[in-house]
């Protein structure tokens, strides 16, 4: 049995447009299933948990975005029970990053099909000991006030109706910068530490990208057994607005005296001044915060080709 679970005010009330088409596919095709519809990630978790509790269900279909994906990340992960996702909301990176269609029939395909890849997360510990999953990205610092901005704003909610949601980003970025201060950082990195002097940020992914198709970490894959970490550093507020147009290709990798990359299996990063913390576009904390890449964590429902 497959449970889907929408979320109905993913991509501004894309998801509820979307599982009705869905849901007729579905019944077209005379396939067994069971839904959830709701409207925030602490609602879902609850009634995706009473679901599993029955023990009938084989796989987790989300019509989400990243951000419902992160919220059911406890319940799934080494749960054995495949995870699949048809994508409706603004950044989309995990749909992305697996190869998954836009198109949600497409999307649907693949969940039918039933071919799975085991991925790997990146699970961060908090100062306080709090532990969480994420499957895109952690971002540190001026990504995460920038997230930050794009889901306290309603500019989130037009550029969605406009199907631009990554404008939202760029329009983050903007206002982010008009008001965040860098801070001196240390990263260690499986047990090496690196010094950055006026840190922007630092970028943990998964993935090769972030923001609605930011390509951070372009050489990052889910599979790969390793963190990958972008710091930016050491610029003017001028050179970060020169960046991050080069971001959207990955042209970012060549300004080796503004940007340093690097891959290890766990990164902690401290601040001088504490930096807030999201995962997957949802806070998780400030800093001081440890990343430690967990492999071949999920089963994830992707392209028999993927």
Known sequence: MILFVINTNSGNGRGKKIWLKVEAQLRRRGTKYVQVVTSSETEANSLVSKH????????????????TLHSLLPLLATSGISYGLIPSGSGNDTSRALGIPRNPIKALEIIL???????????TI???????LSITAIAIGLD?????????????????KLY?????????LLRALAKFKPASLTLTVDG???????GWLSAVTNV?????????CPTALPDDGHLHVCVVHGCTVRRILFLFPSVLWGGHV????????????????KSSTSLLSFGDGEPIGETPITAVIRPRQLDFLISASG
Do not use: P
């Open 52 to 67: 599993l509790e029955h023990g009938n269900i084989k796989s987790v279909a989300v019509i989400g975005g990243d951000g």
């Open 113 to 123: 099909a039933g071919h799975t890849k085991q991925i790997d997360l990146l699970e």
């Open 126 to 132: 908090t100062q306080n000991g709090i532990k969480q």
């Open 144 to 160: 995460a006030a920038v997230a930050n901005d794009v889901n306290d704003y309603s500019y989130k909610k037009w550029c969605n």
């Open 164 to 172: 631009v949601g990554s404008l939202a980003y760029v329009i983050g």
């Open 192 to 198: 090496v530490s690196h010094q950055f002097n006026k």
């Open 208 to 216: 090769s990208t972030y923001g609605g198709g930011l390509k951070i």
């Open 254 to 269: 060549k300004q080796h005296r503004f940007v340093t990359f690097l891959s290890g299996h766990t990164v902690t990063i």
